[in-house]
């Protein structure tokens, strides 16, 4: 009853930048903190940049100062704006929210939704 659909990823050169998207759609009734995430081959997925619904930001210290955060509540969207691209960038990149969802007949859930993830790649 909720998606998140990523756009966005894609091949660039290092020092290249690219700007990710993810849009929440469904039965939302609001949403808490929204976040990217990403895994590369062999590795854990972790946390990069996370937003609360006011606003405040956190990033991972490899991104600090290269990505940023930000959301627009009216399109239930967060994005993720990636400059000074590295090849230890390269990864798949995850969004993840907290959203509460209506469930029908007066009832509502919170819960951790996924999108799909998307490829990004930075060439040395």
Not at 26 to 39: D, V
């Amino acid at each position: 009853q909720v998606q998140l659909v990523e756009s966005g990823g894609g091949l660039v050169q290092a020092g290249g930048s690219l700007r990710l998207s993810c849009a929440a759609s469904g039965s939302i009734f609001s949403i808490n903190a929204m976040g990217w995430y990403r895994q590369a081959p062999g590795k854990q997925r972790e946390l990069v940049a996370a937003i609360t619904s006011g606003g405040s930001t956190n990033y991972a210290d490899s991104v600090k100062g290269r990505f940023t955060i930000s959301r627009d509540n009216a399109k239930n969207t967060v994005y993720l704006q990636m400059n000074s691209l590295k090849p230890e960038d390269t990864a798949v990149y995850y969004c993840n929210a907290n959203i509460r969802a209506y469930y029908g007949t007066g009832s509502y859930r919170t819960s951790d939704y996924w999108g799909q993830g998307t490829q990004v790649i930075v060439s040395s």
